[in-house]
């Protein structure tokens, strides 16, 4: 194909995208610079914004809260998801019957808007009509019947635990495309030689998943840092109860739309920055871990 | 004599019986543990992933029940089956809580912005595929880290682009800003499928005299077809449900989507529990039809997200 006929069939999606994601994206850094009086840019700001974002209220006190959260959502999904998602792709591995249907299953709740989930459990965990603890002083587990998303206390593992089981079948479909590659001579192999089931998985099986758990971990790590309309449905914009379920993304909401500061779009953009800073740093370093492991394991 | 014998053979048999049966049961099972084409775990393993399986599926199914449900009703039995079905939760959710305007919009909305997306992607897709010059592989690689590009954040700069162009309040505005967010996607899968076409089919055409966009639109785009639809269904689903654009992007409650029109109803009713989960299940129905229709282009979806 001509060099001319190639670019004409590119440009219409170049234009669709510089317009609306590059432009906007780059710009967004520029923004952190600046000073700025409402929605007019003043002069050059150099570092002032991001160092209000650890001097000033409500960052002082907020953002360290929020990240904490973040983190917390992070490690806890990686912790409960993972555990679970790689339980259930191991079990359904080789029941060819069941596989296909019991994954869609699981599949079903991560179409769902989040903003559904949250209103959903909501409504299942209320305090009073909530069928949860109406079940549970039903077969007698009064003292496990509490207001789960009232309470500072549980409100951030609610949140988190919600979201495991809304994505837990994108871990099971991901370690089951990843099981099916594991080349079956090994394991019938080792069988044979007397290994348990356990030792099999191991010794083998496990350490062949690790580029596929280290691509579940990067993907878990840049949704966890982004959280945003899940924890909104359950605790508004502000976090709620008591800020408990108050993430990064909340924070930057509030400081852009909500805080009427009159420099607020410096501010909220330094924000922006640094959490983009995190994720796309993040995501990075440990896409180059698991390449290096990857080259490690071929030779 | 012969009964003794009998008994004495009888003896021994049963005994064998007893061993066989014994080994028998047991056989199978060391039979299982040395084969690895046998399922993991047994039948304990079986019903816990149907146990599973009932978790991940009952809170969308006791939304579902009780929706049918009068609001009275699910007060004095929140666990109560809807003996006697009614859709007045789903009139009022509809006409009252202006479900049906959100419906449409988020409806026109996604559609839109898959529309756009989808054609924008086919064509890049087939450009970077079939071009040599050095340019196209920069193009590619700048599309492809859009990939992981945290695109909400760059809400703010969206914010005043809009507003320049006059787009703020805007559901074209809406759909484009989706459109533009789903092309990295799209070329990326794309554009692999098009790589996998023979170079024959093209030269073939333009030997019979088919201009460039003639053999794009009559032979490539058929033959891509599994994959637009992949695509295209895929894209659907995040698009349906996002919350924050719009609600940034839109000011007026008649051009609400529906996750942003289901905040304003769950801040305005929220005791009236049937009709909110009416309203829910509204929300959802087209993303569970969706997904009846074309499970397979998900989970091809979800899988192609893990090589990214």
């Known amino acids: ?299 | 004599m012969t009964t003794t014998l009998t008994a004495a053979d009888a003896a021994p048999t049963g005994l064998e019986t007893s061993g066989a049966s014994g080994a028998s049961g047991r056989r199978p099972r060391r039979r299982r543990g040395s084969s690895a084409s046998d399922p993991v775990g047994g039948v304990g393993a079986s019903i816990l992933l149907w146990g599973y399986a009932v978790l991940a599926l009952a809170p969308l199914v006791i939304m579902v029940l009780n929706s049918f449900r009068t609001n009275a009703d699910f007060i004095t039995n929140p666990l109560g089956l809807p003996t006697s079905p009614t859709v007045a939760a789903y009139k009022e959710a509809w006409t009252v809580g202006s479900f049906g305007t959100y419906f449409v919009n988020s409806l026109a909305v996604t559609a839109g912005a898959v529309a756009i997306s989808t054609a924008v992607s086919t064509m890049a897709a087939y450009g970077l595929a079939r071009s040599r010059a050095r340019i196209f592989r920069w193009i590619e690689s700048l599309f492809l880290s859009g990939l992981m590009l945290p695109i909400h954040l760059a809400i703010l700069p969206v914010f005043f682009l809009f507003d320049g162009f006059g787009l703020i309040d805007s559901r074209l505005g809406l759909a484009l800003m989706y459109a533009a967010a789903g092309v990295p996607f799209s070329i990326f899968v794309l554009t692999t499928f098009f790589r996998q076409l023979p170079e024959e089919l093209e030269e073939a055409a333009v030997l019979d005299g088919a201009s460039p966009w003639q053999t794009f639109w009559r032979i490539m785009v058929p033959m891509v077809r599994p994959a637009l639809a992949t695509v295209a269904v895929f894209r659907f689903v995040p698009i349906w449900n996002d919350f924050l654009y719009p609600l940034v992007l839109l000011r007026s409650e008649s051009k609400y989507t529906l996750p942003v029109g289901l905040t304003n109803f769950f801040g305005e009713n929220a005791t009236n529990y049937s009709a909110l989960f009416a309203g829910l299940v509204i929300t959802t129905i087209p993303l569970i039809v969706l997904f009846l229709f074309a499970t397979k282009q998900i989970v091809a979806g979800l899988t192609a997200g893990m090589s990214k």
């Open chain 1, 1 to 299: 194909m001509k060099t001319r006929t190639g670019l004409a069939f590119l440009a219409p999606a170049l234009i669709l995208f510089g317009v609306f994601v590059l432009y906007p994206m780059l710009t967004a850094f520029s923004y952190a610079f600046f000073e700025w009086q409402g929605t007019s840019r003043q002069g050059f700001a150099g570092l002032s914004n991001f160092s209000a974002l650890v001097n000033r209220a409500p960052f002082k006190t907020d953002l360290p809260t929020a990240l904490l959260h973040n983190v917390l959502f992070f490690v806890g999904t990686m912790l409960v998801q993972n555990t679970i998602g790689l339980s259930v792709a191991t079990l359904l591995h080789r029941r060819a019957r069941t596989r296909r249907m019991l994954q869609t299953l699981y599949a079903m709740p991560y179409l769902v808007s989040p903003i559904v989930i949250g209103y959903l459990w909501t409504l299942l965990l209320s305090p009073t009509f909530g069928p949860v603890n109406q079940l549970l002083t039903k077969i007698g587990l009064e003292q496990f019947a509490l207001p789960w998303l009232g309470d500072p206390k549980t409100a951030l593992w609610v949140v988190i635990l919600v979201s495991v089981w809304q994505w837990v079948g994108f871990p099971v479909l991901l370690y089951g495309a990843a099981l099916g590659g594991v080349p079956e001579e090994l394991t019938e192999a080792a069988r044979v030689d007397g290994a348990s089931h356990g030792q099999v998985f191991r010794k083998i099986t496990f350490p062949l998943l690790i580029p596929a758990i280290g691509t579940v971990s990067v993907l878990t790590f840049i949704f966890a840092m982004e959280a945003f309309a899940l924890p909104f449905a359950f605790g508004g914009s502000t976090g709620n109860p008591a800020g408990s379920t108050d993430f990064v993304s909340l924070l930057f909401y509030r400081s852009a739309f909500d805080s009427g500061a009159v420099d607020a779009i410096g501010t909220s953009s330094a924000l922006a920055t640094v959490l983009f800073l995190i994720i796309f740093g993040g995501a990075m370093a440990a896409t180059k871990v698991l390449r290096r492991h990857e080259r490690r394991m071929a030779s």
